[in-house]
T-cell receptor, first 117, second 113 residues
Framework: EAGVVQSPRYKIIEKKQPVAFWCNPISGHNTLYWYRQNLGQGPELLIRYENEEAVDDSQLPKDRFSAERLKGVDSTLKIQPAELGDSAVYLC???????????????FGPGTRLTVL | GENVEQHPSTLSVQEGDSAVIKCTYSDSASNYFPWYKQELGKGPQLIIDIRSNVGEKKDQRIAVTLNKTAKHFSLHITETQPEDSAVYFCAASNQYTGNQFYFGTGTSLTVIP
């Protein structure tokens, strides 16, 4: 079974430029998560989707970050414009079941390492 | 919200020795506790998890213990091998937060051959 796929793996941009990350979750997984992982830290949730609905985006900086999951499968996370502080690894994860339950294993992709110069 | 603390931040052990990583959590509603291993340049991979109705779980050389009263849980790796070297993260979640995982800050484990 294919795991969570993310692209690109690395991205270097100058500040104020836009950038987009793409995620393809494990087939059949309804729930998709975007996390940001700063150097030396654990992942922090940015947004969670159940199918195509963003059910938790409370930690997404909405002035510059946006995300979509139009058909409830692939997802794109965008930053516009990027700032120096956005340099981090952006991780996508997926799990099989939907809300109201704890303990659904989250499977992570390899991440996109973003460097903003 | 939930706050997960993890110790130590770095750990070096000789090959064959045991390694123990400890985490505490603040939200008594948390009831699911996974442990992830992250190798350089890769995403976190689940290695073991435990639910609040269980006090201990083992999988070969890896074990996790949970003390709900004290709100802490630990990862135990026995007979460590060089390939165990990685960063390990604990996490906590509950259904009231929609399965959001709150991660610790990670432990960098080095197994010295």
């Amino acid at each position: 079974e294919a795991g969570v796929v993310q692209s690109p793996r690395y991205k270097i941009i100058e500040k104020k430029q836009p950038v987009a990350f793409w995620c393809n979750p494990i087939s059949g997984h309804n729930t998709l998560y975007w996390y940001r992982q700063n150097l030396g830290q654990g992942p922090e949730l940015l947004i969670r989707y159940e199918n195509e609905e963003a059910v938790d985006d409370s930690q997404l900086p909405k002035d510059r970050f946006s995300a979509e999951r139009l058909k409830g499968v692939d997802s794109t996370l965008k930053i516009q414009p990027a700032e120096l502080g956005d340099s981090a690894v952006y991780l996508c994860a997926s799990s099989e079941r939907t809300s109201g339950r704890a303990g659904d294993t989250q499977y992570f992709g390899p991440g996109t390492r973003l460097t903003v110069l | 919200g939930e706050n997960v603390e993890q110790h130590p931040s770095t750990l070096s052990v000789q090959e064959g020795d045991s390694a123990v990583i400890k985490c505490t959590y603040s939200d008594s509603a948390s009831n699911y506790f996974p442990w992830y291993k992250q190798e350089l340049g890769k995403g976190p991979q689940l290695i073991i998890d435990i639910r609040s109705n269980v006090g201990e779980k083992k999988d070969q050389r890896i074990a996790v213990t949970l003390n709900k009263t004290a709100k802490h849980f630990s990862l135990h790796i026995t007979e460590t091998q060089p390939e165990d070297s990685a960063v390990y993260f604990c996490a906590a979640s509950n259904q009231y937060t929609g399965n959001q995982f709150y991660f610790g800050t990670g432990t960098s484990l080095t197994v010295i051959p």
